[in-house]
């Protein structure tokens, strides 16, 4: 029995075959090229999609929390926030939960801002002095909204960066006159840039006294109370946070006489987090799994042609194994060819798709971005699918009759 062909020369001859196929193995391995560098972009833009929600989470800072009115069920059955929450739980709760350090009562609304002859939809946010603190935002010109304004309910916004160019884009805003609903206010100061926090661009807002926006806008009304959107509670620090939520749960149950199901929701930044990785670690696999399905067409491509290969070199097969080749032989030149053609194809897909992911990155506002080892297991995947849709053409081919492979010639 003729011994076993080395490894080395084996490879060389896989290497010399695909050499002078050159255009059949580009086509062959254009598939797995494709699906590696589908893998790798999709997977890196969901990636971008999760950093860039969880940046945003990140800025309200570890001890933040939410008080939202209604429960999951009232906020899914439309867009507007039911009447739950009232000024005078967010009172309460500045009064007497222990773990809790401020706390910011919210009431916004859309609304056509006016300057001269522009005009401009912006959110509005009625909010006292501490917003700044507990939110994290920063002003960029001018002041933003202290107590003495909050007392007196007056007159005056702080508007975004985007708003500031929309609505008075040549010299300084601080001064300027607005007009909300028929009403003048005074611009006091433009925000820092922030941009988009729960989905809606911060840079576009517009901020009023809460007490102007009650007195002057909102309106109050006579059988509830002064409706709030939400309640923005800062707890004393970030140790305190379970504590400030179970607290806060609690003595919302007793105002509002709740017996069984609540009317609101205490949210943290880790559930906000939790729930935003959820969704787009979901979102990421789902684009994988996608880009997993062009691997596997290209792995089908490879097959395909490789069975093409064999049929076309019947009389070469048999010549090799008329001289002395064996079986096994026949079967690792033909392996070793599927798994440089998906390898290779796999490390030239991988280029391709962290080129795409670099682009996104540099021209998107999305932070997309893939780690090493996530491409080093996409390349694998890609030589493993190359081995495994190899496999048929190669038994094939080391099946060949060597008689039968002769005729051929």
């Known amino acids: 029995m003729a011994a076993k062909l080395p490894l080395r020369e084996t490879v060389g001859m ?13 086509l062959t391995m254009l598939g797995i090229v494709i699906g590696n560098a589908s893998v790798i972009t999709l997977v890196g833009v969901g990636k971008g999609a999760q950093n860039l929600a969880e940046g945003q989470l990140n800025t309200l800072g570890a001890n933040v929390l939410f008080v939202v009115p209604g429960n999951n069920d009232t906020r899914r059955q439309g867009i507007d926030f039911p009447k739950t929450l009232v000024l005078e739980d967010a009172e309460a709760i500045a009064e007497q939960v222990p773990s809790v350090k401020r706390v910011v009562p919210q009431i916004t609304f859309s609304a056509v801002l006016q300057a001269g002859s522009k005009s401009a939809t912006s959110t509005i946010f009625g909010i006292t002095p501490d917003f700044i603190t507990v939110r994290r935002f920063d002003v960029a010109q001018g002041r933003f909204i202290d107590q003495r304004d909050l007392e007196s309910a007056r007159n005056v916004v702080v508007i975004g960066p985007d708003l500031r160019t929309k609505l008075l884009p040549v010299g300084s805003a601080i001064g300027k006159t607005l007009r909300i609903r028929d009403q003048s206010f005074e611009v006091i100061g433009v925000m820092a840039s922030k941009g988009a926090v729960f989905g809606q661009n911060q840079d576009e807002a517009a901020y009023i006294p809460l007490s102007t926006m009650v007195s002057k806008l909102s309106g109050r009304d006579p059988t509830y109370g002064v409706s709030l959107n939400f309640i923005s509670v800062e707890a004393k620090d970030e140790a305190s946070t379970g504590a400030a939520k179970f607290q806060i749960t609690n003595l919302l149950r ?3 006489n709740i017996l069984r199901e609540d009317d609101f929701a205490v949210r943290s930044q880790k559930d906000a987090l939790s729930i935003v990785g959820t969704i787009t670690g979901g979102l990421t696999l789902m684009l994988g799994a996608i880009g997993a399905i062009s691997l596997l067409v290209g792995g089908i491509g490879i097959m395909n042609i490789m069975l093409v290969s064999v049929s076309e070199r019947t009389s070469e097969i048999g010549l090799r194994k008329a001289v002395g080749a064996r079986s096994s032989d026949v079967l690792a030149q033909f392996l070793v060819e599927a798994l440089v053609l998906s390898s ?3 490390v030239i897909g991988s280029a391709l798709g962290l080129s795409a992911v ?7 506002p999305l932070p997309a971005a893939i780690g090493t080892s996530s491409v080093l297991i996409t390349v ?6 190359g081995l495994v849709f190899g496999v048929l053409p190669a038994r094939r081919a080391a099946r060949l009759d060597p008689i039968t492979a002769l005729r051929s010639l």
């Not at 694998?380 to 699918?385: D, F, N, P």
């Open 254 to 256: 007793q105002r509002h």
């Open 358 to 364: 670099a682009a996104v990155a540099a021209l998107t």
């Open 344 to 346: 290779l194809g796999g």
């Open 380 to 385: 694998g995947l890609s030589g493993s699918i």
């Open 14 to 26: 896989a290497l010399n075959t695909l050499k002078a196929n050159r255009l059949r193995s580009a």
